[in-house]
């Protein structure tokens, strides 16, 4: 489905607040992109492909930042990539049927607003934990899978966990998601290019992409307080609830 270019112009101003709010915290807005999409009724191939687009340009200037502050250690990454990269890219290989792509992303969307909630109870919790290496490459091959799937990069669920088991500080847990979202959407982006199904409109996209380069520049510079930052995530939350709901009831399962 062609927009209409009102409707490109709403999706970018919306884009760019996304971008804004999430950058601060080392998320892409992977899971909002897709929510927009699916309001604006754009094909399920469409709206993977846009959001990991968008998801990338996000988080590369989220994580130059972050390593070039030093809250990024590559070492603390590898038990998570090395598992959540080729399962990103199988789940984007993957191809779905529109009625099952659309009910898994109401589903996802649903989960996503609750972990989105829960990212902000632990915001707070700075202290360290030894992790088992074996754990994290679980949680790195289900959230890789999962994200690949849907077109999002998984920091919405990485983040939450990773607070909840103390993991580390909320800034090199921010830093950590953003790599992994940046690595994840890369190899899901391939996916889709490998199955055929990466769907493009230059127009719309690189409107989009001005939009979240120039929000997530901005939002990870001024580095939004933290109460404004909460308020606001829990805002998006309950918007990505509503709408996951309604794509899982309308789209996917066609109750109404």
Same mark, same amino acid.
């Given at each position: ?12 101003l ?8 999430y950058?601060?915290?080392?998320f892409?807005g ?9 309001l604006f ?9 846009? /959001?990991?687009?968008?998801?990338i /340009? ?13 809250y ?6 590898f038990?998570?990539?090395v ?5 990103a ?16 992303l ?7 607003s609750?972990?989105?909630i829960?990212?902000t ?5 700075s ?9 994290l490459?679980?949680l ?8 690949g799937?849907?077109?999002?990069g ?20 921010a830093?950590?998601?953003c /790599? ?6 890369? /190899?899901?982006?391939?996916?889709l290019?490998v ?6 409109s ?10 979240v ?7 990870i510079?001024?580095?939004?307080k ?7 995530k ?9 709408i ?6 309308i ?6």
């Amino acid at each position: 489905m062609a927009l209409s270019v009102s409707s490109i112009l709403i999706l970018c101003l919306m884009f760019f607040v996304i971008a804004l709010v999430y950058s601060s915290v080392g998320f892409g807005g992977g899971s909002s992109y897709l929510a927009l999409f699916a309001l604006f009724a754009l094909s399920f191939y469409s709206i993977r492909s846009n /959001a990991l687009v968008c998801n990338i /340009a996000v988080v590369s200037g989220s994580l130059y930042w972050f390593v070039k502050k030093g809250y990024f250690y590559g070492k603390d990454f590898f038990p998570f990539i090395v598992t959540s990269v080729p399962m990103a890219y199988l789940g984007a290989t993957y191809r779905l049927s529109e009625q099952w792509f659309f009910i898994l992303l109401g589903i996802i969307l649903v989960i996503s607003s609750v972990f989105l909630i829960g990212q902000t109870k632990y915001s707070e919790i700075s202290n360290n934990k030894t992790t088992s290496p074996y754990l994290l490459c679980f949680l790195g091959l289900i959230i890789g899978f999962v994200s690949g799937l849907v077109g999002i990069g998984g920091g919405v669920f990485l983040a939450p966990i990773l607070y909840y088991i103390n993991w580390g500080t909320p800034k090199k847990i921010a830093a950590l998601s953003c /790599a992994f979202i940046f690595v994840n959407s890369i /190899a899901g982006l391939i996916g889709l290019i490998v199955s055929g199904t990466l769907e493009l409109s230059f127009p719309m996209t690189f409107l989009l992409l001005c939009s979240v380069i120039l929000g997530g520049q901005i939002g990870i510079r001024i580095s939004l307080k933290n109460l404004s930052s909460i308020v606001l995530k829990r805002i998006t939350a309950l918007l990505i609830f509503i709408i996951g709901m309604r794509v899982l009831l309308i789209n996917g399962l066609e109750l109404m």
